[in-house]
């Protein structure tokens, strides 16, 4: 059995045709999305009716709760920019979306459990089980990683919500936690605060299993942005310079 892992879409509906041509080419049996999907990129519409053609199950995700409610229920350290730029990001987003697109993302889940071979289960979430706004990073602590999930019943547990692409062991019994990083915005967290650069491919991951046996792959699939640029540019997006100028181009 193979289970795609895919997160943190937010808003790239081109970005999300380039995993799922990889996966026609690497086949699945279920496609399970860790949420951030609408809110930040410059088709979030295409991404609605993208997912509804998958009908994958979908996590809810901060970014997701956070542009149906507008309540930021995180403690990221911001400024006043920021937040006038993602404020203004929200309004256009929600402008794109109908009634029933809306509809569509509150019944984003806070979890999902899959069924594994040989009686194993995988628990997907957002940020952790219990909030899609815990942040869990390759340097976490073990013990901070084990308060997040250690009393969790799970051979295999999967979060998005960094951007990150990492595996962790959770105990001393084998269980595993991992993060298949972001098909839609993709970057490096080591970059100079105001200079970041997105990357130009899209990030996921396959759990396989079979019988008593678990393998995990993560995959990084390039794309050509241009037509991402392109739609930023047509699109009326507030900011799309911005964001064009972060993927390289001008």
């Known amino acids: 059995m193979r ?31 860790l949420g951030d999907a609408i809110q930040g990129g410059p088709q979030p519409a295409q991404v609605v009716r993208r997912l509804q053609e998958l009908g994958c199950p979908v996590v809810m995700g901060n970014a997701d709760a956070w542009l149906l409610s507008g309540v930021d229920t995180g403690n990221e350290i911001t400024n006043e920019e920021r937040e006038r730029t993602l404020k203004a990001v929200r309004d256009w987003s929600l402008v794109q ?4 697109d809306k509809a569509f993302i509150q019944e984003f889940r806070p979890t999902v459990e899959v069924e ?3 009686g194993r289960k995988l628990l997907c979430f957002h ?12 340097d976490t602590s073990q013990e901070d990683l084990f308060k997040f999930l250690g009393r969790h019943n799970a051979d295999a547990m999967a979060g998005g919500h960094t951007h990150v692409q ?24 080591h970059q100079p605060e105001g200079e ?3 990357d130009p491919w899209a990030e996921y991951a396959v759990l396989t299993s079979e019988g008593s046996r678990l393998a995990l792959e ?8 241009t037509p991402l640029l392109d739609t930023y540019r047509s699109s009326g997006r507030p900011y799309a310079d911005r964001a064009v100028t972060q993927y390289g181009g001008r």
Do not use: K, W
Request: hydrophobic share 40%.
């Open 127 to 138: 940020g952790s089980p219990d909030s899609f706004d815990d942040i869990m990073l390759p």
């Open 196 to 198: 970041e650069r997105m």
């Open 97 to 100: 979306l109908s009634p029933e």
């Open 3 to 33: 289970v795609a892992v895919i997160s943190d879409i937010h808003g790239n509906r081109i970005a999300l045709d380039t995993v799922l041509d990889d996966l026609r080419t690497h086949p699945a049996d279920q496609i399970i999305c």
């Open 166 to 189: 990492y595996v962790r062991r959770i105990g001393a019994d084998g269980r595993i936690f991992f993060n298949p990083g972001s098909v839609g915005l993709a970057y490096s967290h």
């Open 116 to 118: 594994l071979e040989a």
């Open 218 to 225: 993560f995959r990084r699939v390039p794309y050509d942005v």
